[in-house]
């Protein structure tokens, strides 16, 4: 959740025509609703747009991705905007990214 506000910010920061995030607060929001979303509707996107993905190679997930990052940003209120849908793709592949660099970070120096 902190993850993805962080990136959040820093995407309206290095890309101010791209996204728009009025404060840290509302970035909070939108990460938790990202959470929150990631782990129960996107995967039920993912199982009925499983024939989809299988035409595609794939790359309708992205689509699912860009769809699920919508869906909380539009939870989180109009106080964080990301013009056009392509930007929301870049946006979501970017969040993807990072989250899964942080994953294996983690993975790789915490063992239990």
Known sequence: MFINALVLVALAGMFPAMIAVESFGFALLAGLFITIINGTIRPLLQLLAL???????????????????????????NQIVINGFFNVIIVSLVLSFVQSLVFKFLNENFKF
């Open 51 to 77: 024939p989809i993905s299988f035409l595609t190679f794939g790359i309708f997930a992205l689509i699912i991705n860009g769809i699920s990052l919508e869906l909380a940003i539009s939870f989180a209120g």
